[in-house]
């Protein structure tokens, strides 16, 4: 029974974080070129970095084993114990993270605001020196928003950001994540949104499909900073260029693709909003699609297990929402499959 639970008919839409290394990433992987990152340089993760950096417009990149160490290497370059980082209230680096508040010492501030965007007006009042007894250090951003349904704030709204942070001598950090999502979103190319911070983390294993990984991207000075500050917290690995090759790939083929995956699940809401008003979904703007279930009669924990067991893998938001996030594996016939047992479930409820 457990082979057939396992069978590759289950529809995996907890995440995009799912999604395994392509052929073409185990070819580059199985050739790159290896040292110790540790002691003098991993020759392909070097490349990566490099990559990255001109990729994202910065002049310098970091290898770092996840996307929430290189948010929280950029707070511990940048910002001192005891002062303040300003984000959207959802944000990730608040919601999920927390490290960077318990580790590093500085107080995250939530600013409220729609879609993801902060509100720029509650901003400019928390930056106010009298608005708090602690320095602020930093603004930072995420796009695409990950708890805002992977919302992408306008560019102009990063523009604004930016100015606010340079009236106050402060740097933008991006938690992007998802940032060629919002790059396909937008038809930008990264380095568009990339321009209106200092520093950029980007998680290269979402639906670039790496399998580990992100880079912190920014100066030169601040990224040396960020890389003896690895050390420390046990970032530095050795022949890592044999995940950094996947990475390589990642970041130089598999965004032109991610428009598919923004397709899959435009057409997984409008399947979902078919059921109204029973259920209904955000119109996703890149791969997250969030299902309203307060006017079914179950809670989120209670759903998943009931599309669970018709193979259809999701995961809570809360106790009156699911969070379906669509990528490489995910078909159009899996789409149709999913939205036949959401229909089924309600029939069955
Ligand atoms: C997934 C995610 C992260 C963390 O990425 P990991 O590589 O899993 O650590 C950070 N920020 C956002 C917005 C995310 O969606």
């Known amino acids: ?24 990433m185990y070819a580059r992987m199985r050739v790159a070129p290896l040292g110790d990152d540790g002691l003098d340089a991993d020759p392909t993760a070097r490349a990566l970095e490099e990559t990255a950096a001109a990729m994202l417009g910065k002049a310098a990149g970091l290898f770092v084993p996840s996307c929430t160490m290189g948010n929280l290497l950029a707070i511990l370059a940048q910002v001192q114990r005891s002062e303040q980082v300003l984000l959207e209230t959802q944000a990730h680096m608040i919601n999920t993270e927390r490290g960077a508040a318990t580790l590093t010492g500085a107080f995250l501030l939530g600013i409220p605001g729609a879609d993801g965007a902060m509100d720029l007006e509650r901003l400019g009042d928390a930056l106010r020196p009298a608005a708090s007894p602690l ?66 983390s980007l998680c290269l294993s979402k639906g670039l499909s790496a399998p580990v990984g992100a880079v912190l991207a920014g100066s030169g000075p601040v990224i040396a900073t960020a890389r003896r500050l690895r050390k420390m917290i046990g970032g530095t690995q050795r022949q890592v260029g044999v995940v950094a090759a996947a990475g390589l790939e990642a970041i130089t083929t598999m965004g032109a693709r991610l428009a598919e995956d923004h397709d899959r699940a435009r057409q997984l809401s409008d399947g979902l909003n078919a059921l109204r008003p029973t259920l209904s979904a955000n119109v996703p703007q890149t791969n997250i699609v969030q299902v309203d279930l307060a006017r079914t009669r179950r809670d989120s924990e209670r759903w998943v297990g009931d599309l669970e ?29 999913t939205v036949a047992a959401f229909r089924t479930c309600l029939i069955a409820a």
């Open 1 to 24: 029974m457990a082979v057939v639970a396992e069978a590759p008919t289950v529809v995996d839409l907890r995440s995009d974080t799912v999604t395994r290394p392509t052929e073409a």
């Open 309 to 337: 067991a018709l193979g259809i893998r999701t995961r809570p938001l809360g106790e009156r929402r699911l969070r379906l996030v669509t990528h490489r594996h995910i078909t159009a016939g899996d789409v149709e499959r």
């Open 135 to 200: 320095r602020t250090a930093m603004i930072a951003l995420e796009t695409s928003h990950n708890a805002a349904g992977g919302t992408v704030p306008p560019l102009a709204h990063m523009a604004a950001v930016a100015d606010l942070a340079r009236a106050h001598g402060i740097p933008v950090h991006l938690d992007g994540a998802r940032l060629f999502n919002a790059a396909t979103h937008l038809g930008v190319e990264p380095a568009d949104l990339t321009r209106h911070v200092d520093t950029v």
